[in-house]
């Protein structure tokens, strides 16, 4: 055992790569639903108790590991959210085109003096 609270092959094969896929999808389908922030931390919340249970069950980790559900968690919402805003910031700009630009990668902005009311077809 480590300091991760499981071994380095678990945790960078299996937490990160597969529950680390998982959290992604998980951010994308939350911002896609135009669900906010907060539900991508209950979610984490759930797929690090997920990643603790299937690491015990799969590996023979530690399941009670607080330091291991911990980093886990951490490491899950820091990718849903990174998921959650990349989608969201995707959305609003192709979602209204007409009010948003995109600036940068995380973020959007207003497009100045753009009407509050989409174009007429």
Do not use: C, E, N
Not at 20 to 34: D, H, V
Not at 68 to 97: N, S
């Amino acid at each position: 055992m480590s300091a991760l609270g499981t071994t380095l092959p678990v945790f960078l094969l299996f937490t990160l790569v597969v529950m680390g896929g998982a959290a992604y999808l998980t951010g994308q389908a939350l911002a896609r639903t135009w669900k906010p922030p907060l539900a991508v931390l209950f979610a984490s919340v759930l797929l690090a108790a997920a990643d603790r249970f299937l690491a015990w069950g799969l590996f023979g980790q530690p399941l009670g590991s607080i330091v291991g559900y911990g980093l886990d968690f951490v490491v899950l919402l820091a990718i849903a959210l990174l998921a959650h805003r990349l989608t969201h910031v995707a959305k609003m700009v192709a979602q209204y085109p007409w009010l948003y630009a995109r600036d940068g990668l995380f973020a959007y902005r207003p497009i100045p003096g753009a009407a509050q009311a989409p174009p007429a077809a």
